[in-house]
Protein backbone atom coordinates (compact mmCIF):
# COMPACT_ATOMS: atom_id res chain seq x y z
CA UNK A 1 0.00 0.00 0.00
CA UNK A 2 1.71 3.03 -0.90
CA UNK A 3 1.68 6.43 0.86
CA UNK A 4 -0.59 8.65 -1.42
CA UNK A 5 -3.91 10.01 -0.47
CA UNK A 6 -6.30 10.56 -2.87
CA UNK A 7 -7.59 14.20 -4.09
CA UNK A 8 -11.18 15.15 -2.97
CA UNK A 9 -13.40 15.13 -6.20
CA UNK A 10 -16.61 16.67 -6.38
CA UNK A 11 -19.21 14.92 -7.50
CA UNK A 12 -22.53 17.42 -8.47
CA UNK A 13 -23.83 15.19 -11.58
CA UNK A 14 -24.63 11.68 -11.93
CA UNK A 15 -21.42 11.96 -15.09
CA UNK A 16 -19.32 12.97 -12.57
CA UNK A 17 -19.73 9.52 -10.56
CA UNK A 18 -17.92 7.48 -13.82
CA UNK A 19 -15.27 9.76 -13.58
CA UNK A 20 -14.41 8.90 -9.96
CA UNK A 21 -10.68 7.97 -9.89
CA UNK A 22 -9.49 5.74 -6.74
CA UNK A 23 -5.98 5.75 -5.42
CA UNK A 24 -5.57 2.05 -3.77
CA UNK A 25 -8.51 1.19 -4.13
CA UNK A 26 -9.86 4.82 -2.31
CA UNK A 27 -11.21 8.38 -2.92
CA UNK A 28 -12.37 11.29 -1.25
CA UNK A 29 -15.89 12.53 -2.35
CA UNK A 30 -17.29 16.04 -1.44
CA UNK A 31 -20.97 16.08 -2.53
CA UNK A 32 -23.20 19.32 -2.09
CA UNK A 33 -26.08 18.14 0.03
CA UNK A 34 -28.58 19.34 -2.69
CA UNK A 35 -26.61 16.75 -4.77
CA UNK A 36 -27.03 13.47 -2.29
CA UNK A 37 -30.30 11.92 -4.35
CA UNK A 38 -27.38 11.82 -7.42
CA UNK A 39 -25.93 9.00 -5.04
CA UNK A 40 -25.84 5.26 -5.76
CA UNK A 41 -26.87 4.15 -2.08
CA UNK A 42 -28.31 1.38 -1.21
CA UNK A 43 -28.75 1.65 3.06
CA UNK A 44 -28.69 5.58 3.39
CA UNK A 45 -32.01 6.00 5.07
CA UNK A 46 -32.37 5.68 9.01
CA UNK A 47 -36.02 5.71 10.71
CA UNK A 48 -36.18 7.69 13.94
CA UNK A 49 -34.71 6.78 16.59
CA UNK A 50 -33.09 8.65 19.68
CA UNK A 51 -30.20 8.59 17.99
CA UNK A 52 -30.78 9.78 14.65
CA UNK A 53 -32.60 12.85 16.70
CA UNK A 54 -29.98 13.90 18.90
CA UNK A 55 -28.02 14.38 15.53
CA UNK A 56 -30.57 16.44 14.22
CA UNK A 57 -30.26 18.43 16.82
CA UNK A 58 -26.93 18.73 17.00
CA UNK A 59 -26.71 19.85 13.53
CA UNK A 60 -29.03 22.53 13.94
CA UNK A 61 -26.98 24.11 16.50
CA UNK A 62 -23.85 23.47 15.23
CA UNK A 63 -24.18 23.12 12.10
CA UNK A 64 -23.07 19.44 10.34
CA UNK A 65 -19.28 19.19 10.61
CA UNK A 66 -17.00 17.16 7.54
CA UNK A 67 -14.18 16.54 10.39
CA UNK A 68 -15.73 13.46 10.16
CA UNK A 69 -16.35 11.87 6.65
CA UNK A 70 -19.09 9.17 6.22
CA UNK A 71 -17.12 5.61 5.00
CA UNK A 72 -18.80 4.00 2.27
CA UNK A 73 -17.83 1.13 0.08
CA UNK A 74 -18.87 0.46 -3.38
CA UNK A 75 -20.92 -2.34 -3.47
CA UNK A 76 -21.27 -5.61 -5.95
CA UNK A 77 -24.04 -3.90 -8.06
CA UNK A 78 -22.20 -0.59 -8.11
CA UNK A 79 -24.31 0.95 -5.29
CA UNK A 80 -22.90 2.76 -2.12
CA UNK A 81 -23.30 0.83 1.09
CA UNK A 82 -22.73 3.29 4.12
CA UNK A 83 -20.48 1.55 6.64
CA UNK A 84 -20.19 4.65 9.23
CA UNK A 85 -21.86 7.65 9.35
CA UNK A 86 -25.96 6.76 7.91
CA UNK A 87 -27.13 8.83 10.44
CA UNK A 88 -25.21 11.70 9.66
CA UNK A 89 -26.28 11.19 6.12
CA UNK A 90 -30.39 10.85 6.68
CA UNK A 91 -30.27 13.87 9.71
CA UNK A 92 -28.01 16.40 6.95
CA UNK A 93 -30.66 15.76 4.11
CA UNK A 94 -34.01 16.35 6.73
CA UNK A 95 -32.15 19.61 7.89
CA UNK A 96 -31.05 21.02 4.61
CA UNK A 97 -35.05 20.64 3.69
CA UNK A 98 -35.92 22.85 6.36
CA UNK A 99 -37.07 26.45 5.84
CA UNK A 100 -36.68 27.76 9.19
CA UNK A 101 -33.71 26.38 10.13
CA UNK A 102 -32.00 27.85 7.13
CA UNK A 103 -32.46 30.76 6.95
CA UNK A 104 -30.17 32.56 8.16
CA UNK A 105 -27.45 30.23 6.95
CA UNK A 106 -27.49 26.87 5.12
CA UNK A 107 -26.56 24.01 8.01
CA UNK A 108 -25.52 22.05 5.82
CA UNK A 109 -23.78 22.94 2.74
CA UNK A 110 -21.60 19.43 1.33
CA UNK A 111 -20.95 16.04 2.60
CA UNK A 112 -17.46 14.45 2.85
CA UNK A 113 -17.07 10.65 1.88
CA UNK A 114 -14.18 8.59 2.27
CA UNK A 115 -15.25 5.57 -0.58
CA UNK A 116 -13.95 2.28 -0.82
CA UNK A 117 -13.69 -0.52 -3.77
CA UNK A 118 -13.00 -3.69 -2.62
CA UNK A 119 -12.05 -6.63 -5.06
CA UNK A 120 -15.69 -7.90 -5.30
CA UNK A 121 -17.04 -4.32 -5.60
CA UNK A 122 -17.71 -4.91 -9.63
CA UNK A 123 -18.01 -8.99 -9.90
CA UNK A 124 -21.31 -9.06 -10.60
CA UNK A 125 -20.85 -6.17 -13.22
CA UNK A 126 -17.43 -6.89 -15.03
CA UNK A 127 -16.45 -11.21 -14.22
CA UNK A 128 -18.25 -13.70 -15.91
CA UNK A 129 -20.76 -15.86 -14.04
CA UNK A 130 -18.08 -18.81 -13.28
CA UNK A 131 -15.76 -16.32 -11.97
CA UNK A 132 -18.49 -15.12 -9.35
CA UNK A 133 -19.17 -18.67 -8.26
CA UNK A 134 -15.94 -18.96 -7.35
CA UNK A 135 -15.94 -16.11 -5.39
CA UNK A 136 -18.13 -17.19 -2.95
Known sequence: MSSRWPAPQRVTSAEDLDKIQFVDDMAEIEVPVECLDLLPFKNEDRYDSARLHAVERLIRRFGYNNMDPVIVRLGRRGR???????????????????????????????????????????????????IVEKAK
Open 80 to 130: WVIVDGGHRVTAARRISREFFTNLFGKKVRRIHFILFRTPLSNTRLNDPPD
